[in-house]
């Protein structure tokens, strides 16, 4: 056990760390058919169109399955339920090489099928971050942390993306999924061997925990006997779906993950079937605009977190990075004007060090999801903020199958962007933590946090 000591310790970066590494595996495993879709859909046949569905099976099941998972987070606690998660979605991406062994249309079903089971499978893993990032860190370091957690899905294509454009490319399409479905399944009894609550883990110190404590966070979150933690009402419910900062996350997570889905569906396919590019190539060049949105998005956390402690709201704090980092995302639409290659990535790389910069509604949404439904309250706002992951796919499909091109399609990603700002700017009110009566009493009052007043 450690020793007492007035200096707090650092375990929760360690924490951290354990939730940036298996981010970086959840988006390397969703966004493994972005890179082998060249190969594969030639081996298969499959159009443009289809592909795009193909495509969007991921987003369906992953949106239905995110309130049942933010239940599952909440009744049986963030350890146990992100386990069996990683160890679902890793075996399932596994067993895609067993594709190459068919043919035909049923080969296509059967990866439909498939891709909705990682959907289904990683549904809890973002509301989980946030559950994790509520318990171990007080509220002046949610933005940054939060930051890094999401910003792992950039650093899954740096990393991941020419490592798995290279095994298609050298080994064949079957090994891609082979490899990071064993890598996942490894890093899953990582994840049960560091994770536990702050208040029960023997690496964290009485200092560490009065600092965490003190400064908002949730630190038994999942200690609670299990029957208390499922009880909720309607009523309580519904103030998730009608108090007004949530309903503009809602919208404002909706609008900035259409970014992110072009990064990880149709952009591979973008620079081999627009712009020339080898898969080689196109796993290698892609690293560019990730690294950017990485150096962004852990930018856009410590700049957020800087503004609160320098004496802003949390409201500004929150505010004026996602606003500024969705105007400069605006520059996707230079691509249209250009013939290079190299300015193609250029005007990439600003607008993904942009969409960085503004992706933290995670941490938002630590700073006000009740703390009884903490779970639950990531799972509705992943369920809006995913709804991208199947109309993105799907429309930009369209747009490329009848157009010829991916000039309207980079317009439409460039939309979402705008209307993120405007969600912003417009519909979300004061960021506050929402309190919720107990279950004996439904109704409910709204609270500032510590640091939250203007």
């Excluded at 399955?65 to 987070?73: R, S």
């Excluded at 503004?307 to 505010?319: D, H, I, N, P, Y």
């Excluded at 903490?374 to 369209?398: D, H, K």
Aim: charge should be positive; proline fraction near 5%; aromatic fraction near 12%.
């Amino acid at each position: 056990m450690p020793q007492p000591t007035s200096t707090p310790g650092r375990f929760r970066y360690v924490i951290v760390a354990l939730l940036f590494l298996v981010t970086s595996i959840n988006y390397a495993d969703r966004s493994i058919l972005a890179i082998t879709a060249p190969v594969l859909a030639k081996d298969l046949g499959i159009d443009a169109l289809a592909l795009g569905w193909v495509f969007s099976a991921f987003g369906w099941a992953y949106v239905i399955a995110q309130v049942p998972g933010g239940w599952l987070l909440d009744r049986f606690g963030s350890r146990r339920v992100y386990f069996c998660s990683i160890l679902l979605w890793s075996a399932v991406t596994a067993a895609q090489s067993l594709l190459s062994f068919g043919s035909g249309y049923s080969v296509l079903v059967a990866l439909f099928i498939l891709r909705l089971m990682i959907g289904f499978a990683e549904a809890p893993a973002f509301p989980g971050n946030a559950r994790v990032v509520a318990a171990w860190f007080p509220a002046r370091e949610r933005g940054t942390a939060s930051a890094i957690f999401n910003s792992a899905q950039y650093f899954a294509t740096v990393l991941f993306a020419p490592l798995m454009g290279w095994i298609t490319h050298a080994m064949g399409w079957p090994w891609t999924y082979g490899v990071m479905g064993a890598l996942g399944i490894l890093v899953a009894f990582v994840w049960l061997k560091v994770m536990q609550d702050p208040a029960r883990h023997p690496r964290v110190g009485p200092a560490e925990l009065k600092l965490i404590v003190d400064g908002g966070g949730m630190a038994d979150l999942d200690g609670a006997p299990r029957a208390a933690r499922q009880r909720f009402t309607l009523q309580q419910i519904k103030v998730l779906f009608t108090d007004r900062s949530m309903i503009g996350l809602y919208i404002g997570q909706f609008a900035i993950n259409t970014l992110t889905y072009f990064f990880i569906t149709w952009f591979p396919v973008y620079l081999v079937q627009q712009r020339g590019l080898t898969l080689v190539q196109a796993g290698f060049a892609a690293s560019l605009p990730a690294i950017c949105g990485f150096a962004g998005g852990v930018l856009g956390g410590v700049w957020s977190d800087q503004l609160l402690r320098s004496g802003s709201s949390l409201t500004r704090a929150r505010k004026v990075p996602v606003i500024t980092g969705m105007l400069v995302s605006l520059a996707i639409l230079g691509c249209n004007y250009v013939d290079s290659p190299a300015m193609v990535l250029v005007f990439m790389s600003i607008a993904f060090f942009g969409k960085g910069i503004g992706a933290l509604g995670w941490a938002v949404m630590a700073d006000v999801a009740p703390r009884q439904l903490a779970g639950l309250s990531g799972g509705i706002f992943n369920t809006f903020g995913n709804l991208s992951s199947i109309v993105t796919p799907i429309v930009i499909g369209a747009i490329v199958q009848f157009t010829g091109s991916f000039d309207m399609a980079l317009v439409f990603v460039a939309a979402n962007a705008l209307l993120a700002v405007f969600s912003f700017l417009f519909v979300i009110g004061q960021i506050r933590r929402i309190e919720i009566a107990p279950v004996a009493t439904p109704s409910f009052t709204n609270t500032s946090t510590p640091g939250s007043r203007s």
